[in-house]
């Protein structure tokens, strides 16, 4: 864990967004040597423009990809074509086999841009010389990052601990917190996030989070807590906003000019656009694409539904048709069109519906779902009671976010419809299977980390 923790003060200190080399150090054996606060404006952007570049430098890190694709799997949406170790993901039977990819993918580089942050948020603290709009800005998407971190991280495993500090001394042996406590605390961060970062984007490319992208991740929040009054209060404010409109044509929401983009993370590695398209779109017209969509959200688009046409693409391989993701459409280029988008404006409409829908306001539920129905080509809603409603906005939370950073596994758990829909499918699925495994290689490190019931 220190060993690990060392390593990890090299975030703090990029110098980049994402080609430039992490300028390193050499503390001595026995301690952490906290780096001297920022001295100017650009050294500190420089450092917190170096975690948005880390979250996308690798193709297997849960920031880059593999949430939409393992969660996919995980859930009812994708399969792998070559059978291996990602069939215990597709079969919700996870076993220490995969330890070590949960640990690597998910775990440490979420606490590493975790402890990034929070060293971050210490030396903005610190520093007496950086001009106050930036040490505003700075602090909130400090915020903004831990907090993101911390949603995934309770989503996927539970009660995890909470690390405030840069402290490895307080973090090698902590404890799991629980989950309330994780999301009061994240509900105060995004708050006082909210308040420091400005309307606008720095920069001309929506990479860096602002104040609505912050209100994004709070509506989340809300929804995943039961929030709802103030969860419909807050997506409509950011639905209110214009710098933010549903793209009519269904091809170009993932391209970096997207106006549905809220936030979306820039590609660092030479020849990519998102990692995620280059994992799924097969390498020549001789090579299968290896993410396959399964039969049955084939089979839940509607007749005349223009997101299956524009997200989805087959190819024959070996005489079997294969239907793959299609929604980032380059796989290697030179030139960057696709940024990684991570918030878009549907999910905020779709939010907003259902915290109307359980508030009983059943019409205002109604029109949102149309809103986003009516972009995809398809019919206004028959649905017309709670249950229904509901029924419907899963439907369409399934159509419209369909492997995009798990949202589908996310939804089914979050509304307790997880067994209802995977035991069906999932032959081995036990209650357990909601959570996965914290990794034995975490706990062997840690004896304060208990493990999650069934594993």
Known sequence: MKTIAILLLSIILTIANGCKKFVTIDPPDDQIVNPKPFTNDATATETITGIYSEMMNGTNQFSSGYTSLLEGLYADELYYYTPGRFDEFTASNISQTNHGLIESSFWIPMYKYIYAAN?????????????????????????????????YLVDIFGDVPLELTSSYKVN???????????YKQMVNDIKEAIDLLPDDYPEPERTRPNKWAAKTLL????????????????????????????DNDLSTIFQKESAEAIWQLQPVLPNYNTTEGNLILPANNNTQPSFLITTKLLDAFEEGD????AWIKSRVFNGKILFYPFKYKVRTSLEVSENYVVMRLAELYL?????????????????DINVIRARAG???TTANDLHSILQAIEQERRMELC???????????????????????????????TLWPIPIGQINLNPALTQNKGY
């Open 119 to 151: 060293l971050a948020l210490e030396q903005l603290k610190a520093s007496t010389v950086l001009t106050s709009a930036v040490k505003q800005r700075l602090s909130g998407e400090a915020l903004f990052i831990r907090v993101f971190c911390y949603d």
């Open 172 to 182: 090698m042996n902590f404890p799991r917190t629980s989950q309330y406590e994780v």
């Open 219 to 246: 509506a989340r929040i809300q929804l995943e807590t039961n929030d709802y009054s103030n969860a419909a209060i807050t997506t409509s404010e950011v639905i209110a906003n214009n710098q933010f409109h549903l």
């Open 306 to 309: 223009l997101r299956k046409a």
């Open 351 to 367: 939010i907003r519906a259902e915290a109307n829908a359980q508030l009983g306001n059943l019409e205002i539920a109604v029109k």
């Open 378 to 380: 398809l019919k206004p």
């Open 403 to 433: 492997f995009e950073w798990g949202h589908r596994w996310f939804d089914l758990k979050r509304t307790g419809r997880a067994a209802t829909v995977l035991s069906i499918i999932k032959p081995d699925w036990v209650p357990s299977d």
